[in-house]
């Protein structure tokens, strides 16, 4: 069973329901609400556990009732949080999100300032008992410890690399792959084509670097040839998660050292699975219903 450890933030998703997405100031009626747990890391370490792997998520949350939430719905995933900081006396993380129909969303997310940013603790952990080290790019220096320790324990490491206001190249340099956002590669590279885009990523890294691009699937570098992976086709009700519950399949699928084009397929099916069900969570697939999917498009 591959084990999997996942390191960033984990916040409470608001979720609106809209029939169409704001573009002007206004008032507007959602036609649901729902309320659930959220934050790269954490998502893609639920969808890691839902797919058959051992996992931990590292982070941090206050000891409010949100950050009790948050470790209890986890928990209730199958997903260990033994290393979880509870930081006393702190407000835990919070991101608002709209939905319309057709399952596009916009989120804002408020990182609690209360969270300390420093992860020094992490040298009372011992990477060495992880196949996988995935972390968001969220919790900077978390990610950055944490990969650091995983490369001396000799364990490889994958970046999901979002959009962030921070610069994440030392963390691109430290991974071993570093999977994109059509948004984060771009504010990286400052190119939007992506051949032209993962060529400039993969000179900060000796990794593998990939960037995923919604419907139109993911593309990644293989010995400097660009490779692509057509999205599957879906009735799409909400897309939200759908780029961390990639993360999550993908790390899973890597750490059982399946090759790159079937993980990256592997990944693709399980997040377009997940943007059939409402949520960042609720729908995504276990092992055997991710490859009955797969076998329909052989």
Known sequence: MARIACIGITVLDRIWYLND???EGGKFVAQNYTEVGGG???TAAVAAAKLGATVDFIGRVGDDE???TLLAE?????????YTRV???ARSSQSAVLVDVHGERIIANYPSPDLPAEADWFTDIDFSQWDMVLADVRWHDGAKRAFALARQAGVPTLLD???TPQAIDDLVALSDHAAFSAPGLQRLTGLVEPAAALKEAQMLTKGYVYV?????GCFWLEKGELKHQPGFSVDVVDTTGAGDVFHGALAISLARQNARADAVRFASAVAALKCTRPGGRAGIPDDDQTRSFMSLFI
């Not at 986890?74 to 033994?82: E, S």
């Not at 995923?212 to 139109?216: N, Y």
């Open 87 to 89: 930081i006393k006396g």
């Open 161 to 163: 690399a979002d959009v």
């Open 74 to 82: 986890l928990a209730a995933l199958g997903v260990n949080t033994r």
């Open 21 to 23: 997405l704001p573009r």
């Open 40 to 42: 790269p890391a954490a």
């Open 66 to 68: 949100t950050g009790k």
């Open 212 to 216: 995923t691009r919604g419907a139109q």
